[in-house]
């Protein structure tokens, strides 16, 4: 876990401050007066009902789901982003900054995802922890980010495996008396993790030879398409400010009428009006929605992250075999 000091490096374990971290009585009473005369502030309580377990906020929704999974009842997991935010460049609100220095852990996705997430940490007495220490991150080849790590890893669910470790060491540390429920509660997912996978494969390995390509908006299918042996090609590599230049689209439209790639698709959190052009100008189809950055609504189609993975290898699979979407 690492405190704000050392957001730049070493993996530092530490003490994080937790639920029962070291705080004096004097300074306990007076946050307790404090908060008495401030209704609305106070730590693991605020908003929470009474609910007192440990709070621990995630940069989005994807790993708010999965550290669900980690914690059980045992703890309150919350994301900082909305479900179909758009996460890279998200902006902090007052009313975020308010509920991350009231909770007990901030859970980020690390491998510059998040762009807000050292400013908005900066300050914050609140321990951290990067889920994505220890993935084999996959450089992305293209565009101003070449070599920079791309940031999608969970988009292989084996990945996630080591996502779930990382949690399960940042809860134990963070509430020890139920380590051993986080241990068994990230055991349990971590073979839905290797089921969801091996599905994923599975299906998509029925797409003929000469489709297996993923044409997509944002670059954030590499960990996806090496897993299922596809060729990625994106418009853009990260989302950012300045998308979809006239040569990026020039490009993913030269590549679709060379290749007859029969379906391309975008990505839920950004806007799929370049896609289109590409679309009109070679006659693929629109294969639908693909979910990355964010899961959906409770009721729409990927409420959690395993129902992400089914959606878009479905999705995927039909549309390049030329079925419906
Ligand atoms: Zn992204």
Redesign the pocket.
């Known amino acids: 876990m690492r405190r704000n000091s050392d957001a730049s490096g070493t993996s530092a374990a530490t003490s994080a401050k937790s639920a029962s971290r070291p705080r004096s009585v004097t300074a306990a009473a007076a946050v307790v007066i404090f908060c008495l005369a401030l209704v609305g502030c106070g730590g693991n309580t605020a908003g929470g009902g009474g609910d007192e377990r440990p709070v621990v906020l995630t940069t989005f929704t994807v790993l708010a789901d999965v550290a669900k999974n980690v914690a059980g009842d045992k703890l309150r997991v919350e994301s900082i982003t909305k479900a179909g935010a758009e ?2 460049g998200y902006e902090p609100t007052p009313g975020d900054i308010r509920k991350a220095s009231q909770a007990d852990l901030i859970l980020d996705n690390g491998l510059n ?1 998040e762009a807000w997430f050292a400013q908005f940490v900066e300050g914050l007495d609140v321990p951290h922890a990067v889920v994505s220490e220890g993935v084999e991150a996959m450089p992305i080849s293209e565009d101003a980010y070449q070599g920079k790590p791309n ?2 890893a969970w988009m292989s669910p084996l990945n996630v495996q080591v996502y779930v470790d990382n949690m399960v060491k940042a809860f134990s540390e963070l509430d020890p008396g139920n380590a051993k429920a986080f241990e068994a509660n990230g055991k349990a997912y971590k073979a839905k993790l290797q089921a969801v996978q091996d599905e994923m494969t599975a299906k998509l390995a029925a797409v003929p030879k000469n489709q297996r390509a993923l044409v997509t908006c ?1 670059g ?1 299918f590499s960990y996806l398409a090496r897993d299922a042996g596809l060729q990625e090609v994106y418009i853009w590599a ?2 950012a400010e300045q998308q979809a230049t006239p040569q990026q689209i020039t490009e993913a439209i030269g590549f679709v009428r060379k290749n007859k790639v029969p379906a391309v698709f975008c ?1 839920s ?1 950004v806007s799929d009006a370049p896609m289109r052009q590409v679309v009109e100008a070679t006659g693929a189809k629109f294969g639908g929605v693909l979910y ?2 964010s899961l959906s609504e409770a009721d729409g189609p990927v409420p959690t992250y395993l129902d992400l993975i089914r959606h878009d290898s479905k999705l995927i699979t039909a549309a390049l075999n030329g079925g419906q979407p």
Do not use: M, R
Request: charged fraction near 25%; glycine fraction near 0%; charge should be negative.
């Open positions: 996460i890279h995802l940031p999608h944002e954030a990260v989302n990505e959190t990355v950055d």
